[in-house]
């Protein structure tokens, strides 16, 4: 369970560019919920994201994973239950390496690295074993470099990542606004899939209302850092995105938001 | 070009291999331009002749000359990381701050060690070459020894955590690798082993000047980025032996400027040849494309 | 057709490059072509007034004695451009041309030169060393001319100009193994006259101007040892010197025609001649009592213009030996 209390992040504080990206934000993720976070630009999504990951840190409030109080940790320190799948492809994994290799780096996430071996035998075999069943043909490719696949193909693998170590919850950042619509479908329901298999606890930015209404198990809205609309059950089955839509009237003046939908 | 001469590129070349493979781990596979070798070299050298001056066995002066270097990493890294140092500037603050330290290890800015005892009449004797090279087998097996470490290093899960954090510091931290620590780690390694050829430059010439540290980074650079144009590197063993190529290479291409004298040439030339004939040699990557494409 | 052109271009020379490298003998049969020529090969660190001025008296003194490179003998000589690695591979490169002589201008020179000469039997000679003692260059085959100026007498010539000296600023690189020597020694001989001595250090020539000017309205003189760096950096040195109305004292020929009031040294071509003195002697199987031979004749220089524009005389006592320089433009 993820609790977050009251939590403010004022970026360049003091100065003419203070912003106030979160403002007193308090929200309470169940375990085994799967939420769909919308808001338009510079309500706040983004930073949620990053503040639960830790690579913000909040100036004031707390953050709790289970009894943790993680609000000051670095990322790195929250790393054993946090995973992220980020918007754009390239960040979440690392170019230089190959698959088997990233996959490598995933399946060790949140331990401490030693001089064991990175790639035994072994591993490489439940690498290989893991890849063809998004049968996607990249259990051939395990020493690519990961600069040479796609997009989608370096999503899905950032999603099959995620899930190598026991991990409380999935941050997922816009991660299929990148991609062409065919490839963008696959990898969602591959999201939908594997969250579903592995029970995990979700949390997904999306700009598209349909999608954060059709996908998942809540939905949030934020607006200018904090939370002003949050409806789950069949409540929020029953919504419609025009529902949403003049809620969003009523706060929002987005063109981009609002000519997406429909 | 006679026998000694082509030993004596080898030899050089051999140990300044040793100082690519450290250049290596710090501006390729961390992404760190790492000036602190202009003074870590030259500090392995101090260290070591003070020590065997002082009566430590060769071996041990080596190996706390690689300490020493290793410190100096330390340093740099840590200016970097926690005072959020630009790189360039921290590395060549230590660097600044090691040739007063230099000085100070050996008390004066020349440190003779002929006729001393070295690892190489100590403990290498066996593996002479009479007539040939005294050196060049030793170094050969010190280099192997030297580049296997980093390449298993390499593999292992430190050290992936270690290319992960110099690939993409932000999917790494994500992965749960303390980038800076990683940083730290990776800077320490490489100038230990900078120091180390700067130990063994020290033993074979049969002295340590404060001054030998000038320009090692430039030479280090060429070297790696001359192997790199010579050798595919893919793989972590293709690009550790691209180092040993790229430094012994940059050993002949002077070897080569300095018997240009028969071409009206003067022997302050020789930069310029250097340089001349450098810029050759990086053409041929884009050579053997051209006669690939040809056939 | 511009790119056929650049590609056969790179070829030709590349080709070149590693024939050359592969096959160049030349600088090998060039002394046996002729029946036995002797060999001596030079190396130097970098090209440096002091350094070249020895180098040019060394080769006098062969010619006079009827050595001449070419014809009785063939002379090689390469710099290293002030790089030590370079110098590494110079001596392994002369070494394997097998010389009867070695000659070593500079103590980084020399050092590099010395374990390729003993491994392989080659006499070596050393000049423009100030302590060979120190630098290990000591041994059966090793020969050479030390440099070393007795201090004792410097502080003497710079109190004829300047009768109650109190302090001296002394300008050096403390990297420079030479001069750290000469200042330890000054130092000594400071103390026992009641003079202060203040240190003014620069670690490379650059930083030369702004040494000097750190101390200029402090001292009563600026001396200047055989220091690499600051005598390669003596114009900016003078500059100071001359807007501060301070005597600048050196310790050769060449930085007094740079501008500099006096030096009390050796002349430069003087201790090559020495050198190559040596070296015929050795061609000459004649043996050699001394190795190292530290004793040679100093010489005064003073600059007159500099002198007038100090508004001083020349001492009395200098008369005699005085060499009179103008100010080389």
């Not at chain 2, 041990?60 to 990493?73: C, D, I, N, P, W």
């Not at chain 2, 001054?211 to 430039?218: L, N």
């Not at chain 2, 004939?277 to 050579?287: D, E, F, K, S, T």
């Amino acid at each position: 369970m993820i609790t977050l209390t009251d939590i403010h992040v004022v970026f360049s504080p003091g100065t003419i560019r203070e912003r106030k990206a979160l403002n007193g934000l308090s929200l309470v993720i169940e375990e085994g919920e799967f939420l769909t976070v919308i808001g338009s630009n510079g309500a706040g999504k983004s930073t949620l994201l990053n503040t639960i990951a830790g690579e913000i840190l909040p100036t004031s409030g707390t953050i709790m994973i289970d009894d943790d109080d993680v609000s000051q940790k670095e990322s790195f320190a929250r790393a054993n239950s946090v995973a992220r799948v980020f918007q754009d492809p390239l960040a979440g994994t690392c170019g230089d390496l190959t698959v088997a290799e990233n996959m490598a780096l995933a399946t060790a996430r949140g331990q401490s690295r030693g001089f064991k071996k990175a790639l035994s035998k072994a591993r490489r075999e439940s690498i290989r074993a893991m890849l063809s069943a998004l049968k996607l043909g990249l259990e051939l490719r395990l020493d690519t470099p990961m600069a040479a696949l796609s997009g989608g193909q370096r999503q899905a693998i950032s999603l099959l990542m995620a899930t190598l170590s026991p991990l409380k919850i999935l941050l997922l950042d816009e991660h299929t606004s990148a991609l062409d619509p065919k490839t963008a479908a696959f990898v969602m329901e591959l999201s939908q899939q594997i969250i579903r298999e592995h029970k995990l606890t979700a949390l997904m930015v999306t700009h598209s209302l349909q999608q954060a209404l059709d996908v998942g198990t809540r939905t949030v809205m934020l607006h200018e850092g904090r939370v002003i609309f949050d409806i789950r059950g069949e409540e929020r089955a029953a919504l419609t995105v025009k529902d949403l839509l003049s809620q969003f009237g009523k706060n929002v003046d987005d063109d981009r938001l609002l000519l997406q939908q429909g | 070009m006679n026998v000694i001469q082509f030993t004596g590129a080898l030899e050089l070349g051999l140990i300044y291999s040793i100082v690519a493979m450290g250049i290596y781990l710090s501006f390729r596979t961390l992404q760190f331009p790492d000036l602190t070798v202009d003074g870590s070299f030259p500090l392995g050298a101090a260290i070591c002749a003070s020590c065997i001056l002082y009566g430590m066995h060769p071996l041990t002066a080596t190996l706390v000359a690689m300490l020493g270097g290793a410190l100096s990493g330390f340093i740099t890294a840590l200016m970097a990381t926690r005072l959020k140092m630009l790189n360039l500037l921290a590395g060549i603050l230590t660097m600044i701050a090691l040739y007063s330290i230099n000085l100070r290890i050996m008390g004066r800015p020349n440190m003779a060690l002929s006729g001393e005892k070295t690892i190489f009449n100590e403990f290498f004797s066996c593996f002479a070459i009479p007539s040939v090279s005294t050196l060049l087998l030793p170094l050969l097996i010190i280099v192997t020894i030297v580049g296997l470490i980093a390449l298993l290093f390499l593999r292992t899960e430190l050290g992936l955590g270690l290319r992960a954090a110099g690939s993409n510091a932000k999917m790494a931290r994500a992965k749960g690798i303390n980038d800076q620590r990683m940083i730290q780690l990776g800077l320490s390694v490489s100038n230990a082993y900078v120091a180390l050829a700067g130990a063994l430059f020290a033993q074979t010439q049969g002295f340590a000047d404060v001054s030998m540290g000038t320009g090692t980074i430039v030479y280090a650079l060429a070297a790696v980025i001359l192997g790199e144009a010579l050798l595919p590197t893919r793989t972590i063993k293709q690009a550790l032996l691209a180092c040993v190529l790229g430094a012994i290479l940059y050993r002949f291409v002077i070897s080569i400027a300095l018997n240009s004298n028969e071409f009206g040439l003067q022997a302050s030339d020789l930069n310029l040849v250097t340089a001349v004939i450098m810029v050759l040699a990086m053409q041929v990557p884009a050579l053997k494309r051209h006669f690939k494409v040809m056939n | 057709m511009k790119k056929n052109l650049k590609i056969i271009l790179i070829s030709v020379s590349l080709a070149a490059c590693i024939s050359f490298f592969l096959f160049n003998k030349t600088s090998d049969t060039a002394a046996s072509s002729q029946p036995h020529l002797p060999l001596i090969s030079l190396s130097q660190i970098i090209g440096h007034r002091s350094l070249d001025e020895e180098r040019r008296g060394l080769l006098d003194a062969l010619k006079s004695a009827g050595y001449i490179d070419g014809k009785t003998i063939k002379i090689t000589y390469q710099n290293a451009q002030g790089n030590l690695a370079t110098a590494a591979q110079i001596a392994k490169m002369q070494a394997g041309q097998s010389p009867d002589v070695m000659v070593g201008i500079s103590t980084p020179s020399a050092q590099t030169l010395l374990s390729v000469a003993t491994s392989h039997a080659i006499p070596l000679v050393f000049t423009a060393v100030t302590n060979p003692v120190d630098a290990k260059l000591v041994n059966d085959n090793v020969f050479g001319v030390s440099d070393a100026l007795p201090l004792a007498s410097q502080i003497a010539h710079m109190r004829e100009f300047i009768p109650n000296l109190k302090t001296i600023c002394v300008i050096y690189n403390a990297g420079e193994l030479n001069s750290t020597h000469v200042v330890r020694a000054l130092n000594i001989a400071c103390e026992k006259e009641n003079i202060v001595l203040i240190p003014a250090i620069a670690a490379k020539t650059s930083d030369v101007a702004a040494a000097a000017q750190s101390l200029a309205g402090r001292v009563d003189a600026i001396y200047v040892p055989n220091d690499n760096t600051a005598v390669s950096a003596m114009a900016s040195i003078v500059q100071v010197a001359s807007s501060a109305k301070l005597p600048l004292f050196a310790s050769d020929m060449g930085s007094v025609e740079n501008g500099a009031l006096a030096a009390r040294g050796y002349d430069r071509f003087q201790l090559g001649q020495k050198a190559g003195a040596l070296v015929v002697r050795i061609l000459r199987h004649e043996k050699i009592e001394k190795n190292i031979d530290n004793s040679h004749d100093l010489h005064v220089y003073v600059n007159e213009k500099t002198l007038k524009m100090l508004g001083m005389d020349l001492p009395k006592s200098l008369n005699k030996d005085v060499i009179l320089i103008g100010t080389r433009k």
